[in-house]
Antibody, heavy 117, light 111 residues
Framework: EVQLLESGGALVQPGGSLRLSCAAS????????MSWVRQAPGKGLEWVSG???????SYADSVKGRFTISRDNSKNTVYLQMNSLRAEDTAVYYC???????????WGQGTLVTVSS | QSALTQPRSVSGSPGQSVTISCTGT?????????VSWYQQHPGKAPKLMIY???KRPSGVPDRFSGSKSGNTASLTISGLQAEDEADYYC???????????FGGGTKLTVL
């Protein structure tokens, strides 16, 4: 059974940094692209970033230059380093395993990031 | 404002069929066959219902079907059941600069 477990969400001040982690199990992690999708409170879904199985990265314009996605295949974990955080980054962040392209077949339960002073 | 346009709400009675539209442009929905649909119940993570326009992941009932015509994709749910009541989001690949764009979501109410 595919399992994705996010962690690292917290309350952080504007301008601060945070690193999210997503521990994967139940599939051959190194063979799949992974992505992060976020959902602001009461709002819709927004694709944030993705990383292919061979490490190529992609970012939404809203986070480009501030967020960095990476993966450690030895730990079956994908990360999202978030710098220069803004109030509009407040959201539940979901980690997802991609089926084709950036279409997300399996999702974690999400981790809440709150950016506020 | 979301990149893809969905109706804010749709409704239907048990056993009926409903269709949710998702309108984009030739740069996203119309340009690629990478349209997906997600179901989200309150407080839960999204669930993939349709990918590659019209493919169903294992475990998704065949009551759910997807299609595309030009710049508009559609999700049809036939034989509505109470548990289908949820928010539904469409999503499309939009090229190697924008990547993925979502619709604003549609709330399905089963009357």
């Amino acid at each position: 059974e595919v399992q994705l477990l996010e962690s690292g969400g917290a309350l952080v001040q504007p301008g601060g940094s945070l690193r999210l982690s997503c521990a994967a199990s139940g599939f051959t992690f190194s063979g799949y692209a992974m992505s992060w999708v976020r959902q602001a409170p009461g709002k819709g879904l927004e694709w944030v970033s993705g990383i292919t199985s061979d490490g190529r990265t992609s970012y939404a314009d809203s986070v480009k230059g501030r967020f960095t996605i990476s993966r450690d295949n030895s730990k079956n974990t994908v990360y999202l380093q978030m710098n220069s955080l803004r109030a509009e980054d407040t959201a539940v962040y979901y980690c997802a395993k991609c089926i084709t392209g950036w279409q997300n077949q399996n999702w974690g339960q999400g981790t809440l990031v709150t950016v506020s002073s | 404002q979301s990149a893809l346009t969905q109706p804010r709400s749709v409704s239907g009675s048990p056993g009926q069929s409903v269709t949710i539209s998702c309108t984009g442009t030739s740069s996203d929905v119309g340009g690629y066959n990478y349209v997906s649909w997600y179901q989200q119940h309150p407080g839960k993570a999204p669930k993939l219902m349709i990918y590659d326009v019209n493919k169903r992941p294992s475990g998704v009932p065949d009551r759910f079907s997807g299609s595309k015509s030009g710049n508009t994709a559609s999700l049809t749910i036939s034989g509505l059941q109470a548990e289908d009541e949820a928010d539904y989001y469409c999503c499309s690949y939009a090229g190697s600069y924008t990547f993925e764009v979502f619709g604003g979501g549609t709330k399905l109410t089963v009357l």
